[in-house]
């Protein structure tokens, strides 16, 4: 089975603060995805990573980056938490070996800027 | 661009019932892939069923049924003798076949299989 492991659960972190989010998958999947994730809107795209220090960006990507050095690691950076960055992340993986490749998920990260 | 709408945000079924969650997209496209996710209260977001556009006959997983309408873009999943693990967050998604991999998803239904 594909494995996403996200670092925290929960996290808490002081508005300024530079954090870090970290995600590693052990399928040797191509492509790796943040998402965050808030009630009433689903998921959105905030970066995503087709190849190692490849990157794009989603549909929110403001306020964020993203590092990719190895295949199986992808982070997500943001550079000065502010308050509206408080909400749940979900890191997600996928082959890109044929179309239509489901993405597998972590367990997500609820982060609280105070 | 693309859209994905689930007009239900919160749902109930009494166990060993059936329920369906209903699901509607936009997209100027004919080729595509339609997904099903589920998010337990523990969080994991977990691929209940995948529907490939080109595809008339509608895709089954055990208890988990859609039906698929394409010219309608609709995508509704049905849940056959829901049980009280069926509760969750269900979200609808969209992929176009092209080189994004990129999920659109939907704003999510809430289940409540009630016992």
């Known amino acids: 089975d594909v494995k996403v492991t996200q670092s925290s659960r929960y996290l808490v972190k002081r508005t300024g603060e530079k954090v870090f989010l970290e995600c590693v998958q052990d399928?040797?999947?191509?492509?790796m995805f943040w998402y965050r994730q808030d009630p009433g809107l689903g998921l959105r795209l905030i970066y995503f990573?087709?190849?190692?220090?490849?990157?794009e960006k989603g549909d929110i990507p403001e306020g964020y980056s993203v590092s990719r050095e190895k295949k199986e690691r992808f982070s997500l950076i943001l550079e000065s938490a502010s308050t509206n960055q408080t909400s749940m992340y979900l890191c997600?993986?996928?082959?890109?070996?044929?179309?239509?490749?489901?993405?597998?998920f972590g367990d997500g990260t609820r982060l609280s800027i105070l | 661009a693309q859209t994905v709408t689930q007009s239900q945000p919160e749902m109930s079924v009494q166990e060993a019932e059936t329920v369906t969650l209903s699901c509607t997209y936009d997209?100027?496209?004919?080729?595509?892939?339609l997904f099903w996710y589920k998010q337990p209260p523990s969080r994991q977001m977990i691929l209940v069923i995948r529907?490939?556009?080109?595809?008339?006959q509608n895709a089954t997983e055990n208890r988990f049924s859609v039906n698929f309408q394409k010219a309608a873009k609709s995508f509704s999943l049905k849940i056959s003798d829901s049980q009280l693990g069926d509760t969750a967050m269900y979200f609808c998604?969209?992929?176009?076949?092209?080189?994004?991999?990129?999920?659109?998803f939907g704003s999510g239904t809430r289940l409540l299989v009630r016992p």
């Open positions: 990573s087709y190849d190692v220090k490849m990157k």
């Open positions: 997600a993986s996928s082959l890109s070996r044929g179309v239509g490749q489901p993405q597998h």
């Open positions: 998604a969209f992929m176009m076949m092209d080189s994004s991999y990129k999920l659109i």
């Open positions: 997209t100027s496209e004919n080729n595509y892939y």
């Open positions: 529907q490939e556009a080109y595809k008339q």
């Open positions: 399928m040797d999947h191509e492509n």
